[in-house]
């Protein structure tokens, strides 16, 4: 089944087999759904549907910050609604497409260097893992100011999505729910014209912790009892109007070491 070889796949070491299976394999019983999940957000397509961005603030044109907002909308749907990213081989490649040159330069530098490059830039699934339909997203905006070094100011916009995505392992496998919480940020100076600073930030919640290091990509977690508890704390925030992005201890930071761990057999 899929979902055996995924399991294999989060926790077998690069230099010899998988240890056992630490939970049994999912059935087609062991299914959850979004209306089971308490998911009601509308479903969301291509292009994304958002609400109006807050005012500019004092100091700050809202050409510029409209201008900034756009930007942000055409990321986040590239991101989270695009079906041709969700399996996509390169998905820096395809996100970036979308953006100013500047804009996808920046991203392209960041994500270089993550654990996850792939996920570090855009909600993809594993070869297995079949979306179906459209992802219900809940959508909210920030828009704050800063003081660099020198005592300068620029302001910062941040659109976040909040996607849940009812999936299904295999052709005939279990329907699951995997749900991604993604910042994407731009900052700028007054006068900036497209030259705009860029942040980006993520959570998954349901999806196997070892997928995401190991195979970069969203699958669904074997253990329906802990997806649907990570589940729960992706719904509250979903449900609420501003950003926030859940404290995560250091043992749930995907990096290099916890990449390791999960080759290896010892998460």
């Not at 308490?38 to 479903?43: A, H, S, T, V, Y």
């Not at 700050?60 to 969700?86: E, H, K, N, S, Y």
């Not at 792939?118 to 339909?133: K, P, Q, R």
Request: hydrophobic share 40%; aromatic share 6%.
């Amino acid at each position: 089944m899929a979902a055996s070889s995924v399991l294999g796949a989060c926790t077998s070491s690069a230099d010899g087999p998988a240890p056992a299976p630490t939970s049994p394999a999912p059935t087609a019983e062991a299914s959850t759904t979004l209306t089971a999940q308490g998911i009601d957000w509308p479903r969301a397509g291509s292009p994304l549907p958002v609400a109006d961005p807050p005012a500019a603030p004092d100091g700050f044109g809202a050409a510029l910050v409209t201008r900034m907002a756009d930007v942000l909308t055409t990321w986040a749907g590239a991101t989270t609604v695009d079906p041709d990213v969700w399996h996509v081989e390169t998905p820096a490649d395809a996100v970036v497409d979308a953006l100013p040159p500047a804009v996808g330069a920046a991203l392209t530098r960041q994500a270089a260097d993550a654990v996850s490059p792939g996920l570090a830039v855009a909600n993809v699934f594993g070869d297995d893992v079949e979306v179906i339909g459209e992802p219900a997203v809940t959508t909210a905006w920030r828009v704050t100011t800063k003081d660099d070094d020198a005592g300068q100011q620029y302001v910062v916009v941040q659109l976040q999505t909040r996607a849940a995505y009812e999936v299904r392992l295999g052709d005939d496998g279990p329907t699951r729910v995997v749900g991604v919480l993604r910042v994407h940020g731009l900052s700028a100076y007054p006068g900036t014209e497209d030259d705009f600073g860029v942040t980006t930030g993520w959570q998954e919640f349901g999806a196997g912790d070892c997928a995401l290091a190991v195979d970069d990509a969203l699958v669904p977690d074997n253990d329906l009892d802990k997806a649907a508890a990570d589940l729960a704390t992706f719904v509250d925030v979903g449900d609420q109007p501003d950003v926030r992005m859940p404290a995560l201890d250091d043992e749930e930071k995907v990096d290099d070491a916890y990449r390791d761990r999960c080759r290896d057999g010892t998460t």
